[in-house]
């Protein structure tokens, strides 16, 4: 049996189905996370299959990552597998219980099934593989599993301040792509606008300063400018959403306060900092026209766009045990959402993919899950891409 083969004959199906299972089951709603649970499942989960491991705890309480992984000779940079801990909040019209982690029709169904804990089970899983192969690494085989994705990426970005990931030359995202390979993903940025007015009576309504009206004419201005970019050939084209608007205190009140935040995803050639000079230049605009105008703009959630080169060496190492696995032929192929690829990419200066056991169109929607024969196949994935790349 050579290496590849002792180390795919320990990927048990059934210990990688209950790793998953065990970790949907623990709680990582975010908002507020409560990481520190899960984070520490895997700690111990690592430890008992001899592979060091340190938890990282956060500011917040109940909040933390964790990072750990198999030591390599050095030669080579190393390999980061990395997953959130985190999930959005379940929504309404389950089927089956949200954090039950059920097994029906090939499937393990559950809150973070396919986004993305399924992802984490499967490279846990192959780590212990790699471990358990007995092959000699060349290079680190590290893992980081990380609170707070799901809003901006705290883990990932404590991480990497705290240096917690040494030399880092490539990276595998295990959010839900159904296994195929992603190079690229869109930017995000996400505006606060804050309106200031002054109440008055509703029936006096000269007295005082409509920060809603203001807004609105804000908000007018701000969809009838064009904001610069270039279609990019997989990312596609720069978009923007007004999502939320609050403001008012009661009818017959004049409102003196109004905030709005939108959400913009962002193409590779735009710069965050431009696009946030325009708001102001509005702003600036029509408060040249009605003096009593104030409004605050700022950024509250930023993460670069990414794409890698399809060509890139390691991506090409990647792909070519993905697609022996799969029997598919991986093309260039970009995600609409961002991943902690944005804050690692950057930080590391190192290439990634994006290739997960999860579907991305069952993220974030109720009755989420994983098939299982993906979750294993996921694994080999991640197993033979790992003896590729560091042996
Ligand atoms: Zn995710």
Redesign the pocket.
Known sequence: MDTQERALATLDEDMLVQLTQDLVRIRTINPPGDEAKAATFVADWMKQNDMPAELVSHAEDGRASVVGGLDGQGERRAVLFSG?LDTVPAGDNWVHEVLAADIDDGKIWGLGTT??KAGVAAMLMAMRAVKQSGAILKGNLLFAGTAG??IESMGAQELVREQKLDDVGFMVIG??TGNRVITAEKGVLWLELRAKGQTSHGSLPHLGVNAIAHMSRLLEALQAEEIPYETHPLLGDFTMNIATIEGGVKTNVVPDACRVTIDTRTVIGQDHQQILDTVRQLIDRLCAEDPTLHIEVRSINERIPLDIPFDDPYVQTFVRQRDLVTGDTSVPTAAT?A?DGSVFVPAYDAPMVICGPGLPEK?HQPNEYVEISRLVESARIYTLAALDLLT
């Open positions: 959130h986004d993305m994705e799901e959010e839900p959402f991943t993220a």
